[in-house]
């Protein structure tokens, strides 16, 4: 028996498992949500919509007009006809809802308020829309005889399950979120009809019973609606068949098909098997971009009659029964095959750590497995499939249960009973991206080349992220993690392929533990798992990328902790509190300021040196030396170290840098990539050209200007890379790779030393949503206003800055503002809302090859592409070395996006993603946009429309 492990495995529900298929998700309706399944079925079917800003306000109320539109729209009538004359006062036929409050007086579903109004904006209560929608199923003189309104109505809605899974308060307006439950709940009742009339007028429920010796027809909403709901398993889609891109094979049982007989006899004729169930090939709808995920799982679809005989699927939903469990290769302890009179094959595993007696996973012996979406069966009539599925989990050599790897492995359960159904082994390829070539489709990666068909009609592509929203290439970025499962495990010419990006998904740090027994190691104190990689030793250093479950597949030791490169603000002994040690505050690659307590015992250059007294010379050489006024007097390389930090966040280790004076006014050469020496790509730039250390900042080799000159030094590592550059003279004061500051507002102040003149500004950055604040004072030995003057800080003005802890700023850039003009009628200036550019602070900013420039100009069309938006403009690109006009640009990924408006002399600033359409913007728009790297990193859009005339 194995060694004792950590279980993983989780009993998940399906309908906490796995989304919808047929719709993009609300980002407000969590797929654990109660109401997520009525609201992403309602959206498939276009019954009830969410908002663009992609939500769909759960809690939020909904208009009596809103909501004839949903009952209209579940009754299958006409959504785009033309307005419509009403019979009530408040309701013209220009109103937007005047077709659906018409139709639904037409039906007698809807009588108004009495006094000839219908109160169209009023919200809906939950009695009016419980009273909609059972009149819209025919129930009304079932209601009337158990007493009418609200009484009678609410009785019938519950008789018919309508009001299951609400909470709602009665005589209160409903929230869209219990409507959605409500309509929903709807869909599946049987509706009444009138079947006789004359003396004795007769109803009956279209369930399909007998009404004396005729059997009655089978009719919901959905029949209105032509759609057929049907409950079964997804046994094959174009991943692990022969179908094509848009096809899956749908098993289901004939008892579970929810429609009139007509559904049912197209649907069942094909011939049942024994026990009732019929497979069918359905296409699915275009945006069903995702349904190999309910492979095996019990699920419902939505299904509409394309063509005669032909069914297109709509939606797929989990199942209302069936459940998963996920389980890893490191919680199975051994398998047994079915023998004799057992009906069930088995997984043994450990249900908690501290089990001593393995439990069982039973799988039917009929089950269905899977690898990689492919059919697993057994090599000749003496092996059954599971035997076959056992053999993948295994070490070829070994016979044990593979370790150092990383398969995904579920188990379904759909039909009520003690055995799983189907197991499901997912097994992906992993890799790091280098570049990516979005035109192309090719993604350069460390390991090897990945090429999307992005053009291949027949070739069935899902790219998404970690949280399973669908993606394009440009979401793609140099050092992200990708998961994916092909056809054949090919990287080109597949059939199909799922590609899965994690994002940054990697640690950098050393090993500190490792238990090779059980595949664990231990990075920074926490532990990971290990996976097709050998397995590292004590002290191995490098940047540890991660799969999907947290085990290490690759290392690189190139980025290792010996470029954890930081420079020393100051040190200090602290004897403040009960314990006396040694501090450092250091600014480190990433530019953070950050202070790190030293351990007794340090390492230096593989040389123990004790750290218990202030007397340690080593670490005292690193206190500030500054004058009265702050001002940095220490201003070289030998405060650049690289450093290791124990479990406790303590530092154990400190080297020193192999550093070397480039010169005094070097130039550099950005097509050579030189600077005193040639440069390595990600080399780490501490400009400490600045007066005092608090304005320090690092930054990457980016910021270096063209042609520009500077002294310094540059550090060589231990690969003879030069992967560090120490700017002391000549660098720019501010970061030109930060993203731009939008200003709010301004206001004027004075200081309490000496009363200075200064201001205070509130302004955006960063794509936040939270005001922050600058303080820019009227003095060059405080604020150094670059290539700007003071008065150019301007409610509306796009700025760039660097500033100390307590949020001065030391340097202010203005890059653009808003026009001053003169107002002669009024013989006042005022600002207007057109940008004017600061052509000598952009020069500053932009590089000779034009990757890095701004673009000022009008909007005159917004268009949606494959790379994202296009925004075709009248427009002025500056760069370094002048201007050109351009008449569009492209925003491919994630932008920090801002919409400056003017509301009453009031500035209103939103602040989002412009790509998604939750920033104002449209034709017309005055506009700034910043370039970095060739990329729209910063868009302002101005509300002022320019008209033309």
Known sequence: ????????????????????????????????????????????????????????????????????????????????????????????????????????????????????????????????????????????????????????????????????????????????????????????????????????????????????????????????????????????????????????????????VYGDKNWKTFISAQEADEYGYTTRDFTLADYIVDAADYLQLSSIVYLREISRGKYEVIAIMPGETGSTVEIGLEDIDDTEVAAGAVVYDAILYYPSASSTKTSKYKID?????????????????????????????????????????????????????????????????????????????????????????????????????????????????????????????????YDWIEVINLGESSVTGAVDETDAANGVIYVNATEYGVAGVEMPQLGDEGTFYLTKTGKVFFIDTTASVSGNYAYVLNAAFNDADFTEAWQLKLLTKDNEVVIYTVRDTIEVDDEEVSAKTEDCDFLAAFEADVDEDGADLDKSADRVITFKL??????????????????ADKEYSADAQVLGADLADKAVIFNISAVKADNYFATDISALVDEAKYTGYYVTNAN??????????????IDYTQDIAVIASVTDIKLDEGATDAKKVRYYTSEEDELKTLTIVEEDDVTEMVASSYNDITEGALIMFAADAEGVASAVTVIANRALVYDEEEEEYYLSDVYEVNEAAIAQICDDDDDNAFVVGTIDDIKTVSAGKKVETTATKYTKDGEEEIDFITIKGAANAYTYQNRNGKTVIHVGDWRANNVEAGEGYIFIARLLNNTVNDIVTNSVVVNEA
């Open 1 to 256: 028996m194995k060694n004792l492990k950590k279980v993983l495995a989780l009993v998940v529900a399906m309908t906490m498992m796995l989304g919808t298929v047929g719709f993009a998700a609300y980002t407000d309706v969590d797929a654990e949500a109660d109401i997520y399944t009525a609201v992403s079925t309602l959206s498939s079917l276009n019954i009830l919509t969410g908002y663009d800003d992609g939500s769909f306000k759960p809690e939020g109320d909904i208009t009596r007009a809103e909501f004839c539109a949903v009952v209209c729209r579940a009754l299958g009538f006409n959504q785009e006809a033309a307005p419509t004359a009403t019979a009530f006062s408040d309701v013209p036929a220009e109103h937007w809802a005047s077709y659906y409050i018409s139709t639904l007086a037409d039906q007698n579903i809807v009588n108004g308020m009495g006094d000839g109004t219908f109160a169209p904006d009023a919200n809906v209560t939950y009695e009016q829309a419980i009273k909609m929608l059972v009149v819209a199923l025919g129930f009304e003189p079932m209601a009337a005889q158990k007493g009418g309104y609200p009484t009678g109505y609410l009785v019938v809605a519950n008789t018919y399950e309508m009001t299951e899974g609400i909470k709602a308060v009665q005589n209160a307006p409903a929230t869209r979120g219990v409507v959605a439950q409500l309509t929903y709940n709807a869909l599946d009742v049987p509706v009444m009809e009138q079947v006789s009339y004359g003396t004795e007028n007769v109803w009956q429920i279209l369930d399909g019973s007998s009404y004396g010796t005729k059997e009655s027809e089978y009719k919901t909403l959905l029949t209105k609606l032509d759609v057929a709901k049907i409950e079964g398993v997804l046994t094959a889609t174009a991943q692990n068949g022969s179908l094509k891109n848009n096809e899956i094979s749908y098993k289901f049982h004939e008892d579970r």
């Open 365 to 493: 012996a009929t089950a269905d497995y899977y690898y990689n979406y492919s059919v697993v069966v057994g090599a000749d009539d003496e092996e059954t499939a599971f035997e076959a599925f056992d053999a993948i989990i295994r070490d070829e050599d070994t016979a044990a249960i593979k370790s150092n790897v990383d398969m995904e492995i579920t188990l379904v359960e759909n039909d009520g009973d003690s055995y799983f159904d189907a197991v499901m082994v997912k097994e992906y390829t992993y890799d790091i991206v280098k570049t990516v070539d979005a035109e192309r489709g090719v993604i350069e990666g460390k390991n090897d080349d990945l090429t999307i068909e992005l053009d291949d009609e027949d070739v069935a592509v899902v790219m998404v992220d970690a949280n399973g929203e669908e993606i394009t290439l440009d979401d793609f970025a140099e050092e992200d993690v990708i998961a994916y499962i092909s056809e054949g495990g090919q990287r080109k010419n």
């Open 646 to 663: 124990d479990s406790k966040n303590k530092i154990r280790e400190i080297n020193t840098v192999n550093a070397s004076y480039f010169g």
């Open 720 to 733: 003879d890379d030069n992967d560090c550059v120490i700017i002391t003279e000549g660098g720019s004061l």
